[in-house]
């Protein structure tokens, strides 16, 4: 299931949770690690604005090569590929409340 990135959808403040306490051994750093740790820990559910604060705490916006990237939009790009299981993730690690 792909979590949408249309301004409705994301207008609504959807709710995360991780769906297990295991760390991947091979998470992308970046962005991704960021995404990943600030859905820590587990089983705690969080807002997508949340996670937008949390994120921003730890330098997400640094990341990015556009300064107008929308971090919402990042912040659902990278949680639908957690879901995919992309990126050595075991598919269905998050999710959505």
Known sequence: MRISQSRSYIATNPRFALTSATFP?????GQMTIVYECLEPFPREYSLE???QRCIERDY???FTNPNTDIRKSIVYHLNRLLEGTLHVR???IRIV
Do not use: H, M, W
Request: hydrophobic fraction near 30%; charged fraction near 30%; proline fraction near 7%.
């Open 61 to 63: 916006k640094s990341t």
């Open 91 to 93: 598919p269905n690690s």
């Open 25 to 29: 051994a091979k998470l992308q750093r």
């Open 50 to 52: 949340e996670l937008v």
